[in-house]
Structures are given as C-alpha cells and as structure tokens.
C-alpha cells in the first residue's frame, strides 16, 4: 500500500459516505452492448467485498453514474446500496440532492472519479480521489490517485485506507485472522 499523508489521513478520518463513479472506477471502463442494446460490465470482486466490509464499519456508499443500466441496478442490490442516481446530467446537482438526503457536510464525504464530468463533485468533497488509469488531468486536482485501476482493485485501495485511517480496520477485518 502507498504511503498515505497525515494531510490524506486527517481527511479520510471524518468520512461517512463513499460516493463512487461507476464507468472507469468500479469497472475498467468498457462497456459490452448485446443485441438488445443491454449493457454488460465486469465488476471486480474484491471491490465488492470492499464496500461490504466498509458498510460494515458504518461508512456509507453510494453510485452517481452518467449512463442508465439494468446491471448498475443488479450491483447496488447485490451489494445493499440504496444510495444509486444513474442516468445523471448534473452530478453537481445530484451531489446537492445525496448532502440534503443524508444530511452530511462536504468535509464527510469522499468521491472517486475517473473523468472531466467529475471534477465538479471532486472539487467540493472532503476527500477527493481518482484512479491510476483517470483521464490525466484529475491527478493535480485530488487528494489521492489509487495505485490500482478502476475495475482492478482501486476501489478496494480506497476502502482500505479509509479503514485504516478512521482506525477500523482491525475491528472489520478481526474475524477473518481469526484468535
Ligand atoms: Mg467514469
């Protein structure tokens, strides 16, 4: 894991909400189209479990996606998420709308995005993310650039230094090395 700033981790400590781009962060960015024009993604599982085990620990997560698909809908249940806009024009406006819903402050909430349509959200939250293989021009603008890919682990990256920052990760993880 990278070496996290005391700046990074003064941030992640106050964070109650994960929101998360859907296209370039928990996916590799590619879209499969079938005949009917439905769309197939590939999510990775570690992220999955990732976001279970932050859930766990009380932080929660949410999807803000530009595009509309069945198999985003199958991934937030699979998952418990109840926080999912798709089909989003304005995330600035979304983002106002998810802060009035859960009544948190920006300094609570930490996005992960991989393009231009996000730097309005990035340049507000509390802790600002993006993934290796971003369009480039987000890295100077954020807080943190994950050492793995979207759809490959950054999104797991990301949930671990939160645990870790906000001092869970032994609680959450305390089942699995067993006594
Ligand atoms: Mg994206």
């Not at 960015?29 to 620990?57: P, S, T």
Request: hydrophobic fraction near 40%.
């Amino acid at each position: 894991m990278k070496r996290i700033s005391g700046e990074i981790r003064k941030k992640a400590k106050r964070i109650k909400l994960l929101l998360l781009d859907v296209d370039g962060v928990l996916t590799d960015g590619g879209i499969v189209m079938d005949n009917r024009g439905e769309e197939i993604k590939r999510f990775d599982v570690r992220d999955g479990h990732g976001i279970r085990m932050l859930m766990r620990a009380r932080v929660q997560v949410g999807f803000i996606t530009g595009r509309s698909s069945r198999v985003v809908t199958h991934r937030a249940k699979d998952l418990g998420i109840r926080i999912v806009y798709q089909k989003v024009y304005n995330k600035i406006e979304v983002y106002q709308k998810i802060k009035r819903r859960t009544g948190l402050q920006d300094q609570e909430i930490a996005y992960v995005g991989d393009d231009i349509v996000d730097l309005p959200i990035l340049r507000k939250v509390g802790l600002a993310m993006t993934v290796r293989d971003c369009w480039t021009g987000l890295k100077p603008l954020v807080d943190y650039v994950t050492i793995r890919e979207g759809g490959r682990g950054a999104v797991r990256e990301i949930v671990e230094l939160l645990l870790r920052a906000q001092g869970k990760w032994g609680e959450i993880t305390q089942r699995y090395y067993g006594e």
